[in-house]
Every structure is written in C-alpha cells, then in structure tokens.
C-alpha cells in the first residue's frame, strides 16, 4: 500500500532534478552567472562547478525516473539538495540579492526556495533510506 | 558496491556528462574563463539586470532627489551617514526598527535605497525588509553612496533629524 508512495517520490525527484537540469541547458552562461552570485567559489571554479552540477543533476533525475540505481541517485540528490540549502542559506543571510538559478528563468532566492529544497530534501531521504528494501513497509506497518 | 560508491560514481559520471556536454549547449558555461559576481563586474555596480528588486541609476534618482518626488533611505552605519549622505536621506541601518519610520516612507511614491559598496548587500536588506511591509515601489540605487558622489549628487552630512528617536 505503501509502496506506491515510495515509487511516487522516487518519479516526483527524479522528473524535479531532471526539468531543473533541462531548463539551464538553453543558457549555461546564465547558470554559471547565478553560481558565481553565490559568492562562495573561486570564480575560476565556478563554470567547471556549473555544468557538473547539471550533469550530476541530469544523471540522478535519470536514475530516479527509470528505477536504475535508485538509493546512489537519491544520496546523491540527498548531498546536491544539502549544498543548494547552504548556499542559498548563506546568501539570504548575508543580504545577496540574487537569482536562486533552481530552474533556469529569473526565480529570485528567497526563504521560500530554501522551504522547497527542504521539501525535496526531506523526500529525497526517504528514498536513499528505503529505497531497495522492504524497510519503508516495515517501519510503516509496526 | 557499497552505496556511497555508487554514489561518487554516478557524481563523477554526472559531471563528466555535463562538462563534456557543456559545449554542445546554446550558451555553454565559459570553461576556463573566471566568472566573478555580478556585481563585482567592471562597471557594474550593484548593477545586476537579473536582480529581484528594481535598480534605479544616478543619473535617473537625482532629478527624484532635488524634487523631493523620492525618499531617500541610507542603508549604511550611523557614523557613515553622519559624516555625509544623500540631501534629505533617512538613516536606516539592516537591523534597525523600520516602524519610526514607515509612515513617512509609505507616503513617498518611490523609496530609494542606497549602499556603501559595490555589493548592494546592506541595501538589498532594507529593500527587501520594505518590500516585505507593503511599500510598492523600493529601488537600490546602481553605483551606491560613491558613484552619487562622483556624479556630484547632493549630499549634506550631520545625523539624521527624523530618526532621532531611535537608537543607532
């Protein structure tokens, strides 16, 4: 009975990492412009750092989709969505008015996108933790 | 495989994919290429088109300034107000209680914002915070406290009159 909401969450983060990662295609400049907002990279590390955050992103949403190595993919989206926290985190409090660069588009960073990333965050735990067993049946059925 | 293996594996192969893909995109990221802040960018003073709050320029805010149809609001210290700010400023500091000061701001028609540095980050703060308490229409001013100077904008300098009753 559970299962499906497990399956659920798996198809909910896997097509979430895989649109962010197809919306910033169109315009990578753009993205590695929003990175570099962020003020936390050296800059000469920030273009290397945004195409493989897209890769990675594009990647884990794959294997989220299709079912194919689902627990690394969701400790994976677990550790991206634990970074996207910090640093939008770090940016509101340090007053840097930016664009969160989440999916593309001029979405500005804002409590809200941390709230949505703790969401995603939240889901993506549930299936890196039970994912692969019948742990999520058990742990629901006592 | 252990599954944090698996894990740096499919990170790896993730990245690979994306850098390598980098260069079929549109407008790839510039490999090899420092990409600063934007607003760290030469001539681009708290200048950042993609911004969420509305710039205004110098060259744009001071015909608002010498027909008082703006308020001025000095996101800087007490001591840097003081020792000179924008004709007529407010002095409001990240931090400080908006509310002395929220009547007269909400009767403006345009709040302007200004900083110290190239950054805007102070000013951004009080933007936003006021933004957030309903006023309509809060602008940063591109350039900050220095390119308003450098533009010979009007200043005078001493502490702020109306916020008297508040402590720096």
Redesign the interface.
């Known amino acids: 009975m559970n299962r499906p909401l497990l399956v659920a969450l798996r198809l909910a983060l896997g097509a979430l990492f895989l649109w962010a990662a197809l919306t910033k295609?169109?315009?990578?400049?753009?993205?590695?412009?929003?990175?570099?907002?962020y003020?936390v990279l050296p800059?000469?590390l920030?273009?290397?750092v945004?195409?493989?955050?897209?890769?990675?992103?594009?990647?884990?949403g794959l294997?989220l989709l299709i079912g194919l190595?689902v627990?690394?993919?969701a400790?994976?989206a677990t550790?991206l969505l634990s970074v996207f926290v910090v640093f939008l985190v770090q940016a509101l409090l340090?007053?840097?008015?930016?664009?969160c660069g989440c999916f593309g588009g001029?979405e500005?960073?804002?409590w809200w996108t941390v709230a949505r990333d703790l969401a995603m965050l939240a889901a993506a735990l549930v299936v890196s933790t039970f994912s692969g067993s019948s742990r999520l049946r058990a742990a629901l059925q006592e | 495989m252990a599954?944090?293996v698996?894990?740096v594996?499919?990170?790896v192969?993730?990245?690979?994919?994306?850098?390598v893909?980098?260069r079929f995109?549109?407008?790839?990221?510039?490999?090899?290429?420092?990409?600063?802040?934007?607003?760290d960018q030469p001539g681009a003073i708290c200048e950042?088109p993609?911004?969420?709050?509305a710039r205004i320029s110098v060259e744009a805010a001071k015909p608002l300034c010498v027909a008082c149809t703006a308020v001025f609001v000095d996101a800087r210290s007490a001591q840097e107000y003081a020792a000179g700010h924008v004709t007529g400023a407010l002095h409001l500091a990240?931090g400080q209680p908006v509310e002395p000061l929220l009547a007269g701001l909400r009767a403006a028609p345009t709040v302007i914002v200004y900083d110290r540095d190239r950054?805007?980050?102070?000013a951004?703060?009080v933007?936003?915070d006021l933004l957030a308490r309903g006023l309509r229409d809060v602008r940063?001013l591109t350039g900050a406290w220095p390119d308003w100077l450098a533009q010979g904008g009007p200043g005078e300098s001493g502490a702020c009159a109306l916020c008297t009753e508040r402590k720096p």
């Open positions: 295609l169109p315009d990578m400049n753009a993205f590695a412009q929003d990175v570099a907002n003020r800059a000469g920030v273009p290397w945004a195409a493989a955050v897209v890769g990675i992103e594009m990647v884990a294997a190595a627990k690394p993919a400790v994976t550790g340090r007053g840097i008015d930016l664009r001029d500005p960073a804002s | 599954t944090p698996q894990a594996l499919l990170c192969a993730g990245a690979a994919l994306g850098i893909g980098n995109t549109p407008r790839p990221a510039p490999l090899g290429v420092r990409v600063v802040p934007t607003a950042d993609r911004a969420s709050i990240p950054q805007c980050a102070s951004n703060a933007a936003t940063v």
